[in-house]
């Protein structure tokens, strides 16, 4: 890899094993695949650049494993006649419960009713909720309870590194300053950082990863079409989960009390309401008042069932806008279907996100990655792993006191809002104070203060408070960071997904 600019250079040196060139993926990558899946093929096939023969095999593997939907009675075919076949998709389960079973979704070859082992749906939960990219080896045989042929997946690796080192991450970013660091997260949502020259155009880019990195933090972004609102919940987190329109139910969001299966704020990290406007509710009083009790509380009942969650809530919608960029009605809640334009469950959101102030992603080579960055499964897992770095919420309350209100909610959507920017920028803690205020805090407070003024406009019962806060002094120190020495390439090199050597996946006879 030769680095082009000071911080790839840094980049390379500190993370080398887990980084990648996300204008090679750009160029390179095969459209409709999420990001990590693109990575992975780049970083397999291009390690020596892009060469006719790194294309060449790139082409001939997704031919093989990456089956288009006109191939897929070819596949089923050589399933047929070979008895196993190895496959890279999207692959899910959903439970039977009439026949006690788990059934195998495999979409690319329009199969449905597959079976699965119980071992591998017990390793990978995440097939319950959605689905899972990886590679898994498909069986046909004759089914033992039916004596009729069918199909099977004894075997599934996902596309992911096979293990995260924390404290490593945590080694290595204190390696870097604040800008350079900021620069690198922008570059491994797969954007240009020299394209926002502004930092609080970085700012708005990079708050998008906190309900990522922040347990139980709600926001709501509105912007106008093309500006990438949903691109980094689709392609960086597999932790994740994206609603894309259509109808949400109690069930898929909270609990299924007939299949006995925990909905989707249980099994991720994030669940993001995109298109929301598009988004209808079965039976939308039920749905929005537990949702108001987990947006306040992070537990929730639906009939017996009592559950703790630590996903946050995202929604995302478009705004309309006047020629002059800024929003058409002055009530920006408006834009939210009627049954979430109710003022109790405006006020348990943490962030509203002005997405306007972002520019269109319309010119790709200015808009979009010239250089490297994390590889998206290694920045997914770091995201996830930061989520239990709580001496961060500590640190915030120790040295924040809010003022200037007399709502607990204002207090907790500021410390929680900033113990999520030192966790992205600062987890080692090692921070002044005017970059705690700059970087932490002074975000945290304007974006809740979008939500307040937003509420006041609404219904007068909520005060115009203008909030602010007093910076404290550490009453005790923290504990110090034990001494380790800098880890080399290999020991970041075993973090990387070993999938192609435990699937061997260099033949398909």
Known sequence: MNASTPVDQKLLKAFHAVVVDKKLVIQEGI????????????????????????RSRLRSFVERYLPPPNKKEEIKARLRALGSYKLIDQFSVIVDLHRNRYLLQIPSLDIHDARVDDSIVEQHTMLLSGGVWGAGRLLYKEEQETGEMGVSMDQFEPIQISSFDVNLFIEKRATFTIDEWIDVLVSSQGLNPWAYPKLDKKLLIITRLLPMVQSNLNMVELAPKGTGKSHVYKNISYYSHVISGG??????????LGAKTAGLLVTNDVVVFD????????????ITGILKDYMESGSYARGPKKASARASVVMQGNIQMTSANQPLHPIWFRELPRPLQETALISRLHIFLPGWFLPKINV???ALAQSYGLAADYMSEALHALRDLYECDRYINRRIKITGTEDIRDEKAIRRTAAGFLRLLFPHLNLTDEELRRYCVDPAVRYRQYVRDQLHMMDEEFPAYKLSYELHGLETP???EDDTDDADDEDLGKQLNSMAIDMN????E
């Open 247 to 256: 109808t949400v139910t109690a069930p898929q969001l909270f609990y299924n």
């Open 364 to 366: 790709s080579d200015v």
């Open 505 to 508: 996946l260099d033949s398909n």
């Open 31 to 54: 459209p409709a695949l999420p990001s990590y899946v693109n990575e992975w093929l780049i970083r397999r096939f291009f390690q020596n650049g892009a060469t006719v023969e790194a």
């Open 478 to 480: 923290l504990p110090e």
């Open 275 to 286: 298109e929301i406007q598009t988004i209808t509710f079965d039976k939308p009083g039920v």
